[in-house]
């Protein structure tokens, strides 16, 4: 017979055995929630090190460099005969003018050649802002006046250290001496770059602004949320709450599913074969690229709608129709408005998903130069995303500060809508 240990000894064992399980399992656990906090940890590192690249990359674009300069308006010149002509002052040449102030604080160029070199100081877009000075405010002709002329973008470039002169470079070291000779004068100033913000696209870096492509990004986006929100949330509806268990619906759901995870470039071969050719919709506008965003962005609602009105007890529904609502008031009145915040929730985040969008667009035209800034969504347009393309594909020096600051832009308005989205849900979001 083989030897057994009493009872008690037998109990002992056991339990030593389910302690060694239970602090097994204690160890796991904490293992399981030390990997949660450092990948918690790797996320807000990695996006710590993306938003510090980007901003050691752009912070200078948001300052620009100025030549102040003393300019005179002749009124012989601009008003003949003491009546001022506004017709002759869109005509008039105000780069004479720019180029007269900048000569004058620097007697000692002769040559035609440095007379060059000197001029390439000024942005070849000075002289449109002097005339819209002049536009604004007539009475500044016939005297003298203090005007802050946009550098060029290589002067803006040498003042803020990212290139040096000589060497075969851009600027000579000719062009460093009268830089310095008038910044030692108090004419060399950096000021805060509105027209970053207020200017469309332009071949000149230092002239370039991203009003446009903010512009294109509203237009785009608000047809696509005017479009997608109220389909996907029907869809949702009608999928949770009425439609029949069949293969049909099934069918419908396995498809939905799919296309949430269908590259978005698919999306923009679809804009561009059936939008643009088959219907002859307008090229490069934000009404195609927002219908185009609409269908991609559909089956995330719907999803994101489904899961929100299943999460919606049971009990209410039945409540409801004991007291006798009909199924259309059951849902209209208790279970939609207890389901949308997560609908909220997921229109936000799909609309976000939409607003970094670059590929679909790319497809239907959204890539062209726009310099007007749209009015409507059938104007030529593109989108903030597509606008980092565009710049992070030129040559230009300057117009690398300008992706990083157009990026740090659009990461804003990434996070701002996902904090709305966050807010809301915490706001509304009921528990039972």
């Keep these: ?31 399981f ?15 710590c090190l993306l938003i510090g690249s980007m901003t050691a990359k752009g912070w200078s674009a948001f300052f620009q460099t100025y030549i102040v300069l003393e300019i005179e308006l002749p009124r012989v010149e601009l008003a003949p005969g003491g009546r001022v002509d506004r017709a002759a002052l869109h005509d008039a040449n105000y780069v004479t003018y720019l180029r007269r102030a900048l000569r004058a604080q620097v007697p ?34 016939g005297g003298k006046f203090r005007f802050a002329a946009v ?34 004068a108090g004419m060399v100033e950096r000021r805060f770059n509105v027209g970053l913000f207020s200017n469309g696209d332009s071949r000149e870096p230092e002239l370039a602004g991203i009003l446009g492509a903010i512009m294109g990004s509203l237009f785009t986006m608000a ?20 439609a029949p268990g069949n293969r049909w619906t099934d069918l419908v759901e396995v498809n939905i599913n799919n296309l949430a995870a269908v590259p978005s470039i698919v999306f923009g071969l679809l804009g561009l074969a059936v939008f643009l ?13 927002g219908i185009v965003l609409a269908l991609m962005t559909l089956p995330t609602i719907i999803i994101a709608g489904r899961a929100a009105l299943g999460a919606v ?29 997560g609908i909220l929730t ?33 104007d030529p347009a593109t989108v903030l995303p597509v606008q980092i393309y565009l710049w992070a594909d030129s040559p230009e020096r300057a117009f690398e500060e300008r992706t990083a600051a157009a990026t740090l832009v659009l990461l804003a308005f990434l996070i701002i809508m996902n904090l709305v989205a966050v807010i809301m849900r915490k706001k509304f979001e009921r528990r039972w």
């Design 313 to 341: 007890p049971p009990s209410i529904r039945e409540a409801a129709i004991g007291m006798g609502a009909s199924p259309m008031q059951v849902v209209m009145h208790h279970v939609l408005p207890l389901a949308f915040p």
């Design 223 to 242: 047809v696509t949320v005017l479009l997608s929100f109220p389909l996907g949330v029907a869809a949702a509806i009608y999928l949770q709450e009425f």
């Design 346 to 378: 997921g229109a936000i985040i799909g609309a976000a998903r939409a607003l970094g969008e670059t590929a679909p667009l790319l497809l239907i035209g959204m890539v062209a130069f726009i310099v007007d800034i749209p009015r409507g969504i059938s």
């Design 277 to 289: 050719s088959f219907f002859g919709m307008p090229r490069s506008a934000p009404l195609v690229g």
């Design 1 to 31: 017979m083989t030897d057994r240990p009493p009872n008690g000894a037998g109990a002992i064992i056991a339990a030593e055995a389910a302690a060694r399980r239970r602090r097994k399992r204690y160890s796991a656990e904490r293992r």
């Design 151 to 184: 550098a060029s973008d290589d002067v803006d470039q040498f003042v803020k250290g990212h290139i040096t002169a000589g060497g075969g470079g851009k600027i000579s070291a000719r062009q460093a001496g009268w830089i310095k000779l008038l910044g030692a």
């Design 108 to 141: 000692d160029v002769q040559s035609r050649r440095d007379l060059r070199s000197l001029y390439r100081l000024l942005s070849g877009g000075a002289g449109l802002e002097l005339q819209k000075r002049i536009l604004s405010d007539t009475s500044l002709i």
């Design 33 to 47: 929630r030390r990997y949660g906090i450092l990948s918690v940890f790797l996320a807000l590192g990695a996006l």
